[in-house]
């Protein structure tokens, strides 16, 4: 798959999970895709969360990676 496929689908999989971040007053959005990783910023409340990490392994990794199996890690920038 290319990777501009890819990154459609990694929005794809973002818009089904941002609801839930948006309801806490939160966001999140992909910076880019290389080789296999998603690197992703957390926005609004999330970005100064210290709940942040678990955010990212347990609610932004594990849908991309269970929705996109090019996808194998996700990396949270600023």
Known sequence: ???ENVEKRIE???SKIRPYLQDEGGDV???RYEDGVAYVSLRG???GCPMANVTLENVVEEALT???EEVVKVIGED
């Open 12 to 14: 794809e999989v973002l």
């Open 66 to 68: 269970q929705e996109i």
């Open 1 to 3: 798959m290319s990777k």
């Open 29 to 31: 959005i992909l910076n």
């Open 45 to 47: 409340v999330c970005a």
